[in-house]
């Protein structure tokens, strides 16, 4: 069984105009930038259950024009990136 992944309850998630995306880590009080892609990412890490590695990489290449290899790729680096900062659980 693969491992969930899923946002913490102290972090704010805000959506802008651009379709990008803020996230405010409340306990830290530091934030932090999203692209489209990462925006799309965060909300499906936001979600009740979380997400596995597999769900982001099957939603992201179910919206997004990219390759599973390159994917994967790119997840790991975005999850390694918001665990790093304390954002996920």
Do not use: H
Not at 59 to 86: N, S, Y
């Amino acid at each position: 069984m693969s491992k969930n992944y899923s946002a913490r309850d102290d972090v704010v998630f805000t959506d802008l105009d651009d379709g990008s995306a803020v996230l405010l880590n409340l306990d830290t009080k530091y934030y932090f930038s999203l692209n489209e892609t990462g925006c799309f990412l965060w909300k499906l890490l936001e979600r009740e259950e979380g997400a596995s590695e597999s769900d982001l990489i099957d939603g992201l290449c179910g919206v997004f024009d990219v390759e599973p290899k390159r994917a994967r790729t790119d997840i790991t680096d975005f999850i390694g990136d918001l665990a790093e900062q304390g954002l996920i659980r």
